[in-house]
Each structure stands twice: as structure tokens, then as C-alpha cells.
């Protein structure tokens, strides 16, 4: 059971990525999923997730208006659109699944390896 967040990079304030979560093991549909980001000594703090049940989605304040998350469960993956990206979303990013959509790390029972992105002013 794995999860690969995969998509950061370096990019100008203004600009957008789009990170990927995929899941390798177990069908990503069958979990919420979780996004989380750790910025340099900080600790690590959810920006957004998605239930598996109803489609439901949340977001961090500061990202709300700005990021997206949606599945492809024929792909069996869950990606976060990051548009308007300003140097405070500078960080480690993270995905992760579990049995509950949460803005915490304790529901989440499979955490992938954490994708960089920094954002330059």
C-alpha cells in the first residue's frame, strides 16, 4: 500500500501547479484523501481533503478560492490545482488516506512521500 504525491517544483508567485496523488495497493476511491503541507519549520498542517462517501470537499482558509481538489478514479488518483500559488505556500507537500476527511494527520492511516514546492516572490 503506497501513495506518491508527485507535481511540486519551483514557481513564480502568481503562478499554478497541479500536484498528483496516486495510489498503488489499494483503490484510492475507497479512502478520503488528504492534503497536507509542511513549510519550513513548521509543523505539517491540512490544506484540503475529500471524503470517499459524498464527494465532500475542505479547505484551509488560506487556500479556499485558490485550490482545488478532485479524484480521477479511473486513474485512481486525487490531484490538488494550486492557482494564485504566493511565497507563503512554500512547502512539503503531502497526500494522504484514511477513513475521515480531516484537516489533522491522526485519521490518516497511509501517507505518501511529500512533494516540494517552492514558490519564489
Known sequence: VQLQASGGGLVQAGES??????????????YAIGWFRQAP???????SCTSKSDG?????????????????NVKKAVYLQMTSLNPNDTGVYYCAAG?????ITE???YWGRGTLVTVSS
Not at 501547479?17 to 475507497?30: K, V
Open 17 to 30: 501547479l497541479r500536484l498528483s496523488c496516486a495510489a498503488s495497493g489499494f483503490s484510492s476511491d475507497y
Open 99 to 103: 477513513e475521515w476527511c480531516a484537516m
Open 107 to 109: 485519521p490518516y492511516d
Open 56 to 72: 465532500s470537499k475542505y479547505y484551509e482558509d488560506s487556500v479556499k478560492g485558490r485550490f482545488t481538489i478532485f479524484r480521477d
Open 41 to 47: 519549520g513548521k509543523e505539517r498542517e491540512g490544506i
